[in-house]
């Protein structure tokens, strides 16, 4: 187990990267603690797996360094940073079995007999493959195929990270769920380093104490689950993250007023600087049906289980809350308020509400 950290690094794939927009990579510092569970989340193409081969050290990086405990790492290849990487795709001996599929990692290491046959019980229980262990891995259904690369990549426990980049890409949507609270269980018993790589708001959620959330190249946010959603540094954050995402709304300043669609918008906590492009950002789940707010007609009603989410015009502008028990039909004119303390402006896409507890 180690602590990592990046520091300016940056990576382009071309031989000779002239602007910005030639990087993979733009400019990343970061420092993991030993023992985290973090997660590496955004959009496909944004730089996801970049970053993690440059961790393990498939890739060298164009500028920077990598250290481990403060040891630089940035030269070393792949197989002496002492790390366990599982890929999208299972990694796994088609004709070994699955229990020489899970030892292999610890017999390549010199790791005893006795040892080996502990670990491979210990971590075939936790992946609840006990009943597969002498069949064949050519065998194996998909979902099975990736259980097991899982395990090789969980079985050694002197590695300094296990990291995984969208490990549940090829898993059955209704064994997902389970994998994913797996995962996260098996980082409380484990207790190394993992990061965990994906495209998924819910996976990176559920498994990670703190998600780096990463655009075009670079970090827009890091922060715990409830810190992303209650204070989205970034617009694209708080779009990306929720669902539906928050509310992204044209504002108009006038001598120091923060106008949406001509009604003036208030805020807990001071606003920052003056100019720039404003707008006001709000998640449905903080915006209600109530007489006192901005007036609106209901466009759509979308029943999502528990709740409705209502989408209702201001002006020009549409609005999404969600409403729980009774909604207004279609048509209807309603009134929308916006709790206050979770009312943010955003000047060129970054937050200008100061924190005001
Ligand atoms: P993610 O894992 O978040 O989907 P990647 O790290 O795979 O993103 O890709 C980041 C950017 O780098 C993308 O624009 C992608 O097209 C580019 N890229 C990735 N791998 C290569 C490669 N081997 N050669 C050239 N460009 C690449
Ligand atoms: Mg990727």
Redesign the pocket.
């Known amino acids: 187990m180690a602590k990592i950290t990046l520091s300016n690094l940056r990576h382009s ?1 071309l031989p000779s990267p002239a602007g910005p927009e030639d990087y ?1 990579l733009k400019e990343i510092d970061l420092d993991w603690q030993d023992g985290g569970a973090y997660a590496l989340l ?12 440059i961790i393990s050290g498939l890739l060298v990086p164009s500028e920077g360094r990598i250290l481990f405990d403060d040891r630089d790492v940035t030269d070393l290849p792949p197989d002496q940073r002492n790390i366990a990487q599982v890929f999208q795709f299972p990694v796994i001996y088609d004709t070994m079995t699955v229990r020489d599929n899970l030892a292999f990692p610890l017999r390549n290491r010199g790791v005893a007999e006795a040892k080996i046959a502990e670990r491979v019980a210990e971590i075939a229980e936790m992946l609840d493959v006990q009943e597969m262990l002498d069949t064949r891995a050519a065998h194996l259904s998909p979902d099975n195929k990736q259980k097991i690369s899982m395990g090789r990549g969980l079985v050694r426990d002197d590695v300094n990270v296990v990291m995984f ?2 490990p549940l890409t090829v898993i059955d949507p209704h064994l997902k769920w389970k994998l994913r609270s797996k995962l996260k269980e098996l980082h409380q018993r484990v207790r190394a380093t993992m990061i965990y ?1 994906t ?1 998924d708001q819910t996976e990176a959620l559920t498994f990670a104490d703190q998600v780096v959330v ?1 655009q075009d ?1 670079e970090i827009v946010q890091i922060g715990t689950p409830v810190e992303l959603f209650e204070r989205p540094q970034h617009t694209f954050v708080g779009h990306f993250i929720g669902s539906p995402g928050m509310n992204v709304l044209p504002a108009l300043e006038l001598e120091g007023v923060i106008l949406f669609e001509g009604h003036q918008i208030a805020f807990e906590g001071a606003v920052k600087g003056t100019g720039g492009h404003t707008e006001v950002g709000i998640r449905p789940e903080f915006v209600s049906l109530s007489d006192a707010g901005l007036p609106a007609q209901v466009r759509k009603v979308s029943d999502v289980g528990r709740h409705a989410v209502v989408e209702a015009m201001v002006g020009n502008t549409p609005v999404k809350a969600i409403v729980e028990g009774e909604v207004p039909p279609q048509g209807d004119t309603v009134h929308l308020a916006f709790r206050t303390d979770q009312t943010r402006l955003y000047r060129d896409g970054w937050i200008a509400t100061e924190a005001s507890r």
């Open positions: 794939y993979a955004g959009p496909s193409g944004c730089g996801k797996s970049t970053l993690l081969n980049d969208e790589v495209h990463m190249g």
